[in-house]
């Protein structure tokens, strides 16, 4: 599987941002997918999860209330949702699946990034105070 991340620009603090990863492959609607960001001299971080069928979503604390991950797999695309985007948003953005995932993985298991098989390239999400 292969994926194509996009939506990534230069904003200002409290506006918002939609990322969209598209996928190419048979998998993805039985994939566990994942958002994670990284943070210029920072390792990288989970940001958001999503189960294969929708219902279980997952966040890190430092986004939750704030953005919202869903997907389409109809379209075989999965979404990030950015809202009140503050300067320590700032980084590049990757979207990642999981193949291995069982539905309930759980936020423990969904947020660990070494579960994650394939990754895409990143897109840049820059905010500006």
């Known amino acids: 599987v292969q994926l194509q991340a996009s939506g990534g620009g230069l904003v200002q603090a409290g506006d918002s941002l939609r990322l969209s990863c598209a996928a190419s492959?048979?998998?993805?609607?039985?994939?566990?997918m994942g958002w994670f960001r990284q943070a210029p001299g920072k390792e990288r971080e989970f940001v958001a999860a999503?189960?294969?069928?929708?219902?279980?979503?997952y966040y890190a604390d430092s986004v939750k209330g704030r953005f919202t991950i869903s997907r389409d797999n109809t379209k075989k695309t999965v979404y990030l949702q950015m809202n009140s985007l503050k300067p320590d948003d700032t980084a590049v953005y990757y979207c990642?699946?999981?193949?291995?995932?069982?539905?309930?993985?759980?936020?423990?298991?969904?947020?660990?990034?070494?579960?994650?098989?394939?990754w895409g390239q990143g897109t840049l999400v820059t905010v500006s105070s």
């Open positions: 990642a699946g999981d193949p291995n995932a069982i539905l309930s993985a759980g936020p423990d298991y969904s947020s660990n990034q070494e579960h994650y098989d394939y």
């Open positions: 492959g048979s998998s993805f609607s039985r994939d566990l």
């Open positions: 999503i189960s294969r069928t929708g219902r279980s979503t």
